[in-house]
């Protein structure tokens, strides 16, 4: 079981910026994809971004030219640069990795989750 722990999270005014980290117990070189999902209260857990383990990027539309994910694998973690928050983006974000791939299903670890609170 990966254990992967998330830090970064805060309150902070609209139009503002936060950076989340994920620090993995594995070496993220070796997952499928790693990303960042986040829930807000009374709403269903979301994709916010993906990275694969080539590089590729996907983004969900309400962060896209906001958000950028990237990865360093040298230090296994993953990071979110969160730009021009909003008050929208509240909500506990939890870094996912899909650390492999079994019968078409993902084998994936979760961590804990930090909390953004965005301002207006």
């Known amino acids: 079981q990966v254990q992967l722990v998330e830090s970064g999270g805060g309150l902070v005014q609209a139009g503002g910026s936060l950076r989340l980290s994920c620090a993995a117990s594995?070496?993220?070189?070796?997952?499928?994809?790693m990303g960042w999902y986040r829930q807000a209260p009374g709403k269903q857990r979301e994709l916010v971004a993906l990275?694969?383990?080539?590089?590729?990027?996907n983004y969900a539309d309400s962060v896209k030219g906001r958000f950028t994910i990237s990865r360093d694998n040298a230090k296994n973690t993953v990071y979110l640069q969160m730009n021009s928050l909003k008050p929208e983006d509240t909500a506990v974000y939890c870094c996912?990795?899909?650390?492999?791939?079994?019968?078409?299903?993902?084998?994936?670890?979760w961590g804990q989750g930090t909390q953004v609170t965005v301002s207006s």
């Open positions: 990275i694969t383990n080539g590089g590729s990027t």
């Open positions: 996912n990795a899909k650390t492999s791939r079994l019968l078409g299903v993902d084998i994936e670890s």
């Open positions: 594995g070496s993220i070189f070796s997952f499928n994809a």
